[in-house]
């Protein structure tokens, strides 16, 4: 079962002082506006995280794919 999480990046308040567009390491810019939403969780404050799961883990229907298909 997927877990909800606070916007790591917003703490939760949906607008981030720093616009989107700006690197991290940036401490001034200069912008006509004073909070921007936040670009991860898109101003909904929190995160459905997914149960861990192996992404390695090929797909059945694709790997027989991938065995029938000759090498070139």
Do not use: R
Request: glycine share 6%; aromatic share 8%; proline share 10%.
């Amino acid at each position: 079962m997927s877990k909800w999480q606070l916007c790591p990046k917003c703490n939760g308040q949906g607008i981030v002082s720093k616009p989107p567009h700006i690197a991290g390491d940036v401490y001034q810019w200069t912008s006509t506006e004073c909070t921007f939403q936040c670009d991860v969780c898109n101003g909904a404050k929190v995160l459905l995280v997914p149960d861990e799961c192996n992404a390695y883990e090929p797909i059945p229907k694709i790997q027989t794919y991938l065995d029938e298909v000759p090498n070139n």
